[in-house]
């Protein structure tokens, strides 16, 4: 099965950015709303964010304000940009599609570390 594949975490200090990306399936981005989702160690993975195919977005509470979801359909990738990161944002972050209760396999994720 085609992976969906995550790039762009790393280490960041409070308060820094970082640009997350994620390159998936025609057969899948081409239909489907796209969503970033996010595991910290001993919790439940959670739906982060979402855009559907026409650009309507979600952010859950936590991240309002702070984070933007957006998509190029040329490319078939969604991204994530994530500002004024505080620590509690610290985990790996995977893409999906946009709905929770129906989703692809899953690909490696990307690791966010926000410390100082």
């Known amino acids: 099965q085609v992976q969906l594949v995550e790039s762009g975490g790393g280490l960041v200090q409070p308060g820094g950015s970082l640009r997350l990306s994620c390159a998936a399936p025609?057969?899948?981005?081409?239909?489907?709303?796209m969503g970033w989702y996010r595991q910290a160690p001993g919790k439940q993975r959670e739906l982060v964010a979402s855009i559907t195919t026409g650009g309507s977005t979600y952010y859950v509470t936590s991240v309002k304000g702070r984070f933007t979801i957006s998509r190029d359909n040329a490319k078939n990738t969604v991204y994530l940009q994530m500002n004024s990161l505080k620590p509690e944002d610290t985990a790996v972050y995977y893409c999906?599609?946009?709905?929770?209760?129906?989703?692809?396999?899953w690909g490696q994720g990307t690791q966010v570390t926000v410390s100082s």
């Open positions: 025609s057969s899948i981005f081409s239909i489907n709303a």
């Open positions: 999906n599609k946009g709905t929770p209760w129906n989703t692809h396999s």
